[in-house]
């Protein structure tokens, strides 16, 4: 059997507006400004955290916006803040629905970089959460994507006599996984169930 995994952002899912806006949105809600320098702040903080798999990310980039907002609130308010208006804004690839279903007897999953919780959060958020036998993020594995880590790690979750990765990021997505022996489509080129090996 040939098992399909899917990267989530900007894969099975987009937002309906720019991240930088949402993440303004959530600055502004929070913390009473949409001053550039506090978002890049938290994400400069948040992407120190996120790919190296170390913990908290989202709470260490909160506390670097609110320092840079010379704020007074609480980190755990612009995380859930921020977490509301992503699930808010997250919507179906289009497509996405018609090809899964044409895939439904194939073993299906989800290779993510993230936090755990965050992105079923977000798998739930657009009603897909049903439709895969496994989903395995960074932080499940220990590593991120492109290491191999992660993808041996999927590939434990959800055994399968050969894999493909559908994915929009090249180095993250398609060279990680054929640097780990898997076969890898990039999203734009999959219009139907005949393009994945």
């Known amino acids: 059997m040939h098992a399909v995994h899917f990267d989530l952002d900007g894969t099975l899912m987009v937002f309906d507006r720019p991240y930088a806006d949402l993440l303004a949105d959530a600055c502004e809600r929070v913390l009473d400004t949409r001053d550039p ?21 989202y709470e260490v980039g909160a506390r670097a916006a609110i320092d840079a907002a010379d704020a007074d609130a609480d980190p755990e ?16 690839r289009e497509g ?3 090809l899964l279903g044409a895939l439904a007897e194939r073993p299906l999953g989800v290779v993510s970089n ?17 439709r895969f036998d496994s989903v395995v993020t960074s932080y499940d594995a220990g590593v991120a994507k492109p290491a191999p880590g992660v993808f041996a790690h999927a590939a434990e979750r959800l055994p399968a006599d050969d894999h493909t990765m559908v ?31």
């Not at 992105?119 to 959460?129: F, I, M």
């Not at 997505?173 to 890898?184: K, L, M, T």
């Open 96 to 98: 996405m629905p018609a």
């Open 167 to 197: 994915g929009d990021d090249t180095e993250a997505d398609i060279e990680g996984a054929r640097a780990a022996g898997w076969r890898a489509v990039h999203v734009e080129d999959v219009a139907s169930p005949a393009d994945l090996p």
């Open 77 to 92: 308010r612009f995380v859930a803040a921020l977490r509301d208006l992503e699930y808010g804004a997250a919507t179906v």
């Open 37 to 57: 320098a506090v978002a890049e702040a938290y994400s400069t903080a948040f992407f120190e955290r996120l790919r190296p798999v170390e913990p908290n990310p």
């Open 114 to 130: 993230g936090v755990g919780a965050w992105q079923r959060g977000k798998l739930d958020a657009v009603g897909l959460a049903g």
